[in-house]
Structures are given as C-alpha cells and as structure tokens.
C-alpha cells in the first residue's frame, strides 16, 4: 500500500482527537469540582488556622469556595454554550424572524436574543440589518432587549451562586420582558423616531454572504475553546472582585441587615433599585455575586433580581450606542419600557417567592 | 495586491480584529492594504448584521467574531493563490 504523506493516520480522522480531548477536560473537570470543598476548608481552617464561625473565617471561606467553583463552572458551561452558539448567528436570526409578523416575531426574536453570540457593539448593525430586512421595530427591540438581559456569563454565574432554578425563572423572565416590551413598543408606532439615515442605507448589488458555514466538529470545538478562554478571561477580575465583596458581606454584615430596606415588606424597594440600577452600568459577572450576598441578608429575591436586571439589561453604553439610528424620544420610551417590565417582574418574584 | 476590510464602529473587538490581521499579514509578508472602515452606512452596505467584520478583496469572510490567525492565514493564502482575485463561489 503506498503511504499518502499528507494523509497521517490523525488526519483521517481529526475530530476524533478533538472529542477525546474533550472527554479528557470533562474528566478532569469533575474531579476538580469535587475538590473545591474540601479545598476550602483546609485552605481557610487548617492552613490559615483561622476559627470556625469567625467573621474572617466566614469571609474567606465563602471567598476560596466561589472564587474556584465560579471559574470552573464559567469554563465548562461556557465551552458548551459555545459550542452551540456555533449554530447560530445574527444572520441566521434575521432570516428567520423575516417571514414572521408580531407575536411569534417577537417570542423567536427574544428567544434567540437570549441565546445568540452577541456584544452590545452590534446593536447598531443589528438594528439596521433587520429593518432593513423589513422586521418589525418591535420584533428588532424583543432581540436589542433580551440580549443584554441574558448573557452566557450571567446564566452560568446564576446556577453557581443562585441554582437552577432560579437561574431558569431568570432566563424564563428576561425572555418575557423581551416580548411584551417588544410588542408594547411596537403598539406605539415609533417609526418616526427612527434616524432617517437608517431607511436610506442600501446593500450593495451582489454580495456573497455565506450563511451557512460548514463546520467540521474540530473547527467547532477549538473555536469553542478559544471563546470560552477569551470570555473567561474577559471576566476574570469582575468575578474575583465581586466575590470579594459578596464575602466581605457574607461574613460583615449582620443576618437580616437588610429587610428593612430591601427586603419584601418595603414595596417601595423594587421600584428604588431599578431606579438605582439603570445609570449603573457593570458586567453581570461583578453584579450577581454581590446581589447574591444581599440575599442572604434579608433582601427579598425580586429586589435583587430587579435591581441586576437593570443593571446589566439597561446600560448607559448601549444606549449611547443606539443613539446614533434612534432619535432621543425613541431611547425615553425604550428605556421607560424596559424599566416598568423590569419592575413588574421584581414584583412578581416577591409575590410568587 | 490584497485589499482587507475592517468593519466595525471602533469597539474593542474591532481593535482586537484589526491587530490580527495586521500581524498575520506581516507574518505571511504578503502585500496588503488593511482598511479601517467605521462609518455605520459604509459597514451596512457589506449586509453583515454583527460586528466585527472581515473583508478581503470586497468579500465577506467573517463577521461577528474574531477569527483566529490561523483561518485569516488560510483566507489570505486563498485570495493570494488566485492572483487576489476570490471567485465567486
């Protein structure tokens, strides 16, 4: 048999390699996770030496248990989303959001609005790509809304400090905030609002968009990995700093400090935390561990929730971003929208939780 | 003689997309312009609906993400070895 020299027994098949490298990191993975508690401990009471139930001890012990637990789950639950997120695109979005009106239009444009890969520099591209396509304004807000709300980044810091179910009530929320406050605005006619440059713009004559990529499960796999390292990395000191803070008040801050003003009885708190919310702007990897330490304090979940909400969903940099396609009235609306959605749902969570 | 597009109003990942590419033109030594193109209407007219985007020689090979210097490599070695010019399909 004549030995091909460019074809070596790897490149016949290379996804195989690459799933075996998977399976490899999931291995490790697991036992790493089993190791974080004990690490934990030993590190903050046998190590440091520090008492059981002192404030320092209570601090650290939170601080060494999240900070490891945090990042591994944020790696491995992040290289999973990526790996799917290599199915899905904005163009892919558009094509099939076109051919529906209002109503699915806006479910389909929030759902994917969650899920796609997406930064916040987009929105203007977006916007324009999908009026453009002829989509409903209030289809294109049900995507510009729930993608900020819903990021991998939160999703995953919620199921490691909050669990799973609250973590799917969040994703469930966002995703309703994103399709009633599309339909709203798309009830009140605001096309006039619009900066008229965004009508005139024309694609060029012919160009050659590939849709469809045709990706082997490598290509998908190292793309996946090489995501997963930038956004980790992206997160990095948000996570360390919040955590540090959440512990501080884990371990400061006396038991139901905080009914009071946040808790479920002052009504008045959901609105103020919006409010509060709305001109702070930070990445959810900061904000979630901290609102997580106030919850153990005596602050009710719909405050805390409302409060993150508008701090990550309605942020100073995108709308200074969406001015450049929509007039001044238009970004009122849109945000005052969004921040009474924002606020029923904190209301809800307090009714129902 | 390359022409490679940047799209993208000047975001961090742009930046980041325009430092690659960069690089892997000096390293492939290979002659190309690269163009930074930031203005929303001149970016829209490519069709892309995210960016940053990837033009070489008026072709859309990527947008939305950074690719890695390995694929722009494998993109400018395609344009170079049809002369510069991409056929169509």
Redesign the interface.
């Known amino acids: 048999m004549q030995l091909n020299p460019t074809q070596t027994p790897q490149q016949k098949n290379p996804d195989l390699r690459s799933w075996a490298f998977v399976t490899l990191a999931a291995v490790v993975w697991i036992f790493l996770y089993n190791l974080i508690q004990p690490f934990a401990d030993w590190l903050t009471y046998g190590l440091l030496a520090l008492p059981q139930g002192s404030h320092l001890g209570e601090s650290l012990a939170f601080f060494f248990y999240d900070v490891p637990k945090l990042f591994l789950l944020l790696s491995g639950m992040i290289f999973v989303i990526s790996l799917l997120q290599t199915f899905i695109n904005t163009q892919k979005v558009r094509t099939m959001v076109e051919k529906r009106g209002e109503g699915i239009g806006n479910l389909m444009a929030a759902a994917f609005g969650a899920i796609t890969p997406f930064c916040s520099c987009s929105s203007v591209p977006l916007f324009i790509g999908f009026v453009q396509a002829g989509i409903p304004l209030g289809v294109t807000f049900s995507f510009l809304i729930t993608s900020p709300l819903m990021n991998e980044v939160a999703f995953v810091m919620l199921i490691g400090l909050f669990g799973w179910k609250i973590a799917g009530l969040y994703l469930l929320s966002g995703v309703t905030i994103g399709i009633v406050s599309g339909l709203i605005l798309g009830r009140l006619k605001l096309e006039r609002y619009v900066e008229g440059f965004v009508y005139d713009i024309k694609p060029r004559a012919n160009i050659d968009l590939k849709l469809e990529e045709k990706l082997t499960w490598t290509e998908r796999i190292s793309r996946s990995w090489d995501s997963t390292k930038e956004i980790v990395g992206k997160v990095f000191w948000f996570v360390i700093i919040g955590i540090g803070i959440g512990a501080f008040i884990h371990g400061y801050v006396p038991q139901d400090a905080l009914t009071g003003i946040m808790g479920k009885s002052a009504w008045w708190s959901v609105p103020a935390s919006v409010l509060v919310g709305i001109p702070l702007y930070s990445n959810a990897a900061g904000v979630i561990p901290i609102v997580s330490a106030l919850l153990d304090k005596g602050a009710s979940l719909g405050t805390v929730l409302a409060f993150m909400m508008s701090v990550v969903g309605l942020s100073l940099p995108e709308v200074i971003i969406l001015r450049r396609v929509l007039k001044p009235q238009l970004i009122a609306i849109f945000i005052g929208v969004i921040a009474v959605a924002i606020i029923l749902t904190g209301y809800m969570f307090n009714l129902v939780m | 003689m390359l022409t490679i597009k940047i799209l ?2 000047g ?4 930046k980041r997309l325009e430092q690659v590419a960069r690089k892997v033109v000096e390293e492939m030594n290979v002659q190309a312009d690269v163009v930074k193109v930031t203005e ?2 001149d ?9 940053p985007g990837l033009v070489i020689n008026e ?2 090979v990527s ?4 690719p ?1 210097p390995v694929e722009i490599t494998g993109w400018l070695g395609e344009a170079q070895g049809t002369g510069g010019m991409i056929p ?2």
């Open positions: 993208g109003s975001c961090a990942n742009c929303y209407p970016i829209m007219a490519y069709g892309i609906t995210s960016t072709k859309v947008f939305g993400r950074i890695s169509l399909n």
